[in-house]
């Protein structure tokens, strides 16, 4: 499945799933600016079973912009207390004064214009843009950075460029026209309630449609989101190829012990210094399996990244050399415990490292009943 096809079902399956799951916030009861800039500020930090609280006592004490304009400080600090980050209450009374004196008492609709008001950032304006004012304006916190990179394996630290602008990209293109108060808000309650830190991937709508999750499909939805940058990324060149005979390919299983244990993978390794990518996957047969290939054209190459290190598998498709014996031997397995050839369409049934996973989707996107459509390989159909 690729992103567009994400992008296409997957507003339609958080609206649904929100239209039965949400919750009765007092703030969501007429969606009023006010009330929804509230909120947003008061759950910046805090739970929200005491954010419910202290908003519902804070409205009965200041049931407008007015009252928060007007309001002496220590009032204001009053219904605050408790909650911490105490700028906050100065920035919401600077705030209703400035909307008071510059808006005439409303809250601006523009995000432009709510950008320059005190304590309002992006996220803050694309909060009440969407759900008081049904604006299709992002809104991006972290329960949507942790669903959009889980869903769209996103590999790098979700806060800094490129994932960064990835991110607000994504939210922007999945608000379905006219729903952006309904869709920014599921997309926030599924982070919260389902897309957790730790996800309940088994009560799940997304993972219930194979592949629509690319995190879960390549099995590291415990890795994503990246959310730091760390000191040191180790980058590893491998290259890895996929040998084909008579319409099917070669895979092994990987030693219990050790990187990605147990699981099942298309032969290859690291390439060694003064190696092109072509020798390197050569070389990596002959030492694994004894068998002696030869690259018929280039897949590509995959980029996957982990917390620690970053992989680029360059990808070839193989064909035996012209030296092998026509009956083709068992492999003499060096870095495997076990060896199947199978056909393109038993891939899924085998567990594999996420950046063979990708390969593999890869090769049945592009296989047909009639043969691999790649032109470029045709000629590994041997």
Partial sequence: MNDESRIAQLPGLLLDWFARHRRPLPWRAHYSPYATWIAE?????????RGVDYFNRWME????????????????????????????????????????TRFGGKFPEDPQQMLSLPGIGAY?????????????????????????????????????EPARSRIRELAAALIPPGKAREFNQALMEFGALVCRKKPDCADCPVAAIPGLCQSLHLGIVQERPVLGRSSSITPI?????????????????????????????????????????????????????????????????????YTTYRVTMHCFALRFASAMPP??????????????????????????????????????ERWSPAGWTAQAVQGCLL
């Fill in 41 to 49: 500020i008061m759950l910046q930090q805090t739970q929200m079973d």
């Fill in 61 to 100: 004490r200041f049931p407008t912009i007015e009252s928060v304009a007007q309001a002496d400080d220590d009032a204001l600090l009053k219904a605050w207390e408790g909650l911490g980050y105490y700028r906050r209450v100065r920035h919401l009374k600077a705030t209703a004064q400035a909307i008071m």
């Fill in 124 to 160: 803050t304006a694309g909060a009440i843009a969407s759900t008081a004012f049904n604006l299709p304006v992002p809104c991006v916190d972290g329960n949507v950075e942790r669903v959009l990179s889980r869903v769209f394996d996103i590999d790098s630290p979700v806060r800094v």
């Fill in 237 to 305: 060149a491998v290259a890895n190829g996929v040998l084909i005979h008579q319409g099917r390919l070669f895979i092994q299983r990987r030693e219990e012990e050790g990187v990605w244990g147990g699981l099942w993978e298309f032969p290859g390794g690291c390439m060694e210094p003064g190696e092109t990518p072509e020798m390197t996957v050569v070389r990596e047969w002959r030492e694994e399996v004894e068998f002696a290939v030869e690259p018929v054209a280039s897949l590509g190459v995959i980029r996957h990244g």
């Fill in 327 to 364: 009956c083709v031997a068992p492999p003499a397995l060096h870095e495997a415990c076990e060896w199947k050839w199978i056909s393109p369409e038993e891939v899924d049934r085998y567990p594999m490292p996420a950046p063979h996973r990708k390969l593999a989707d890869w090769l049945q």
